[in-house]
């Protein structure tokens, strides 16, 4: 995991993607990968709890989910321009008193994270490589849902990030996402004391809600 957490997610995740990305938001809203996952935890009550959105990006999950009764929020990214982002934006909707911001790597910042009651990891699980420990260590976090976007290990999946991946490497690019078994992830949440609650595909992407 930490070959790959420097530079390339730095180069992958640099200021200009982050506006864009900020500036997306601001303009339409969740991406439509992400508005399933926003919906799922939509159905849930959440008011007055406290979130951990690890890999948040310019805060898309954090910013939505106050709309839905979160009281306080936590926000890791490894990519420091994501970080300068988010928070941009918190303050523009004066919600920095309400939140703490963290720029580094989970696995390296997970010991100074106390539980919570609400994980979220939105299409993060795939883009390191020692999903085990991100897993396990963000599954100990939760202390009421534990919400994840990773991809389905099917084969028509697998053949179109083959192709991507190998496009990427052409391109010069050195940032790696992976399909990791999802047999394996779900063994590991409920290893560590969380239920399924509910879980569905929409095109090459799982959502899965777990409970404690």
């Not at 982002?85 to 303050?91: H, I, K």
């Amino acid at each position: 995991m930490h070959s790959c957490c420097s530079n390339p997610y730095d180069l992958e995740f640099d200021q200009k993607h982050a506006l864009n990305d900020l500036e997306y938001y601001k303009l339409k809203g969740p991406k439509k990968n992400s508005k399933p996952l926003i919906r799922l935890l939509g159905d849930l009550d959440l008011s007055g709890l406290k979130l951990l959105d690890i890999g948040g990006g310019v805060g898309t999950v954090i910013f939505e989910l106050f709309n839905q009764g979160i009281q306080s929020a936590i926000h890791i990214d490894i990519s420091s321009a994501y970080v300068n982002s988010f928070l941009e934006e918190a303050v523009s909707q004066s919600l920095i008193n309400k939140i703490q911001s963290y720029q580094g790597d989970f696995i390296d910042l997970h010991q100074t994270i106390d539980p919570v009651d609400v994980v979220t990891l939105d299409k993060v699980i795939c883009c390191y490589p020692d999903y085990e420990d991100l897993v396990r260590f963000s599954a100990q976090k939760a202390t009421k849902w534990y919400a994840i976007v990773i991809p389905r290990d099917r084969w028509w999946v697998k053949g179109i990030h083959y192709l991507e991946s190998k496009w990427n490497r052409l391109k010069g690019k050195h940032f790696k996402t992976f399909i990791h078994p999802v047999f394996q992830i779900e063994n590991i949440i409920e290893k560590e004391g969380l239920c399924l609650y509910k879980k569905f595909h929409k095109r090459e992407w799982l959502y899965c809600v777990y409970r404690r």
